[in-house]
């Protein structure tokens, strides 16, 4: 399994940005998707996660209500539209694969992650 972010960049506060996340190999929709972000510093966040079947969804506070995640199994990817930014939201953001139920992904900083991706930078300017 592979996965390979992408979406980031530089970005001023109050604007919109969208993350994609692809999935290369094999049972994509048995994974629950997950973003983190580690901003410069600090330590690894959970941001959203989203269930094999789009059922089911759960953010970070800092995010809820701005942020919303997705995913299209039948393109292998998860995405992170990302609204209303702020500068606290500048970071890494890593796409991860899960097993592990939406609970404890989100209350955990990647301990019970399968697949990591490679990151992608958001910066956002106030």
């Known amino acids: 399994v592979q996965l390979q972010a992408s979406g980031g960049g530089l970005v001023q506060a109050g604007d919109s940005l969208r993350l994609s996340c692809a999935f290369s190999?094999?049972?994509?929709?048995?994974?629950?998707m997950v973003w983190f972000r580690q901003a410069p510093g600090k330590v690894r966040q959970f941001v959203a996660v989203?269930?094999?079947?789009?059922?089911?969804?759960y953010y970070a506070n800092s995010v809820k209500g701005r942020f919303t995640i997705a995913r299209d199994n039948a393109k292998n990817a998860v995405y992170l539209q990302m609204n209303s930014v702020k500068p606290e939201d500048t970071a890494v953001y890593y796409c991860?694969?899960?097993?592990?139920?939406?609970?404890?992904?989100?209350?955990?900083?990647?301990?019970?992650?399968?697949?990591w991706g490679q990151g992608t930078l958001v910066t956002v300017s106030s």
């Open positions: 991860a694969a899960t097993g592990a139920s939406l609970t404890v992904v989100a209350s955990n900083t990647g301990a019970f992650v399968d697949y």
């Open positions: 190999g094999r049972a994509f929709n048995r994974y629950n």
């Open positions: 989203i269930s094999w079947s789009s059922g089911s969804t």
